[in-house]
């Protein structure tokens, strides 16, 4: 599913957007793009409002989780669950770099708030 053009997805940046009515948050970090989904495991907060680091994490804002990029583990507490990842890929739509975003490509899960 087509949701931002790669363009408006700034490096080091994240953006919260829907894929199949769930939220999910797209992040730059260089040539690469993730997306996870837009919930902290541990109190439901956005992660699109964390900061992205340029080793391929987002910093949960409110207590400071890192989560990978790639795998959806956090790195330290209080959040232990991993988030949903979903498969990424850019496409060419009508010769605009565009961003899809697929399915979750890991096991849903829920809160440990
Ligand atoms: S809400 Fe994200 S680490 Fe607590």
Redesign the pocket.
Known sequence: MPVCPLAELSDLSARAVRVDGEPVCVVRVGDAVYAVRDV?T??E?ALSDGTVESDGTIS?W????RFDLSTGEPDEP??WEPVATYATRITDADGVPTVEVSRRSNQETGTSA
Request: net charge neutral; with cysteine; hydrophobic share 35%.
């Open positions: 902290c541990h109190a907060v949960c409110l207590h400071g989780s209080p959040a």
